[in-house]
Nanobody, 118 residues
Framework: VQLQASGGGLVQDGASLRLSCEAS?????????AAWFRQAPGKEREFVASIAWNGRNPNYADSVKGRFTISRDNAKNAVDLQMNSLKPEDTAVYYCATTIGPHTAWIWGQGTQVTVSS
């Protein structure tokens, strides 16, 4: 599976952004779950949100609950992350990832930078 993320940018405090990650390759049909992670400067990569590839069971980190929404776009084989009420502490490189099973390693896409100015 190859993952192509897009949608990052520079926005002001309180603004919204939508990230999208399109999956391609022969193994797309075998994807079990997709997720977004982020890594801020000087910090470890952290979980943001995940969703089953069938669109069920969204799950969120407490820090983004109520502000971010993860969803699936079947037509594009994509997983999107709608980010509302962005805060400066949301500034990070955002990575999408997929896995083919509940206990298998994540496959990572390239990151997309999100910068929220105060």
């Amino acid at each position: 599976v190859q993952l192509q993320a897009s949608g990052g940018g520079l926005v002001q405090d309180g603004a919204s952004l939508r990230l999208s990650c399109e999956a391609s390759g022969r193994s797309v049909s075998g994807i079990y779950k997709a997720a977004w992670f982020r890594q801020a400067p000087g910090k470890e990569r952290e979980f943001v949100a995940s969703i089953a590839w069938n669109g069920r069971n969204p799950n969120y980190a407490d820090s983004v609950k109520g502000r971010f929404t993860i969803s699936r776009d079947n037509a594009k084989n994509a997983v999107d992350l709608q980010m509302n009420s962005l805060k400066p502490e949301d500034t990070a490189v955002y990575y999408c990832a997929t896995t083919i099973g509940p206990h298998t390693a994540w496959i990572w896409g390239q990151g997309t930078q999100v910068t929220v100015s105060s």
